[in-house]
């Protein structure tokens, strides 16, 4: 079973979402998402939205494993975006001040429309 989902939004098909789990650490789930972030190239997905409303725990690791997918998708025109970030880890982006460095949206909602 995938740790991560990744959906492509039907009414855009340049738009998709990968959903994290409860426990974003790093490691192995580095892996997976990374994997998860290089299907979006082969699929012509300009805009990924990392959906974290299930996120309850993420470390310093999981916070790499973000910057680092930034990183890539920037480096392929992609824009990716977080959504639905828990107060724990709003406050961990605040403290690293990555909240400056991600576009964050209220929900998935709001962050769909901005690519419509």
Do not use: W
């Not at 998709?16 to 082969?42: C, M, Q």
């Not at 997905?45 to 299930?54: A, E, M, R, S, Y």
């Not at 025109?77 to 709003?90: A, D, E, R, T």
Request: glycine share 6%.
């Amino acid at each position: 079973m995938s740790v991560y989902n990744i959906k492509i939004l039907d009414v855009n098909p340049k738009v998709a979402s990968i959903e994290l789990n409860e426990n974003v650490l790093g490691g192995n789930d580095a892996l997976e998402f990374s994997a998860k972030l290089y299907e979006t190239f082969d699929k012509g997905i300009t805009n990924v939205i990392v959906d974290l409303t299930k996120v309850k725990v993420m470390n310093s690791s999981g916070l790499g494993m973000l910057v680092s997918g930034l990183s890539s998708l920037r480096r392929n025109n992609i824009q990716m975006v977080l959504c639905s970030v828990p107060l724990k880890v709003m406050s961990l982006l605040e403290m690293t001040h990555l909240d400056k460095v991600f576009i964050i949206y209220n929900d998935i909602k709001e962050a769909y429309e901005k690519f419509s």
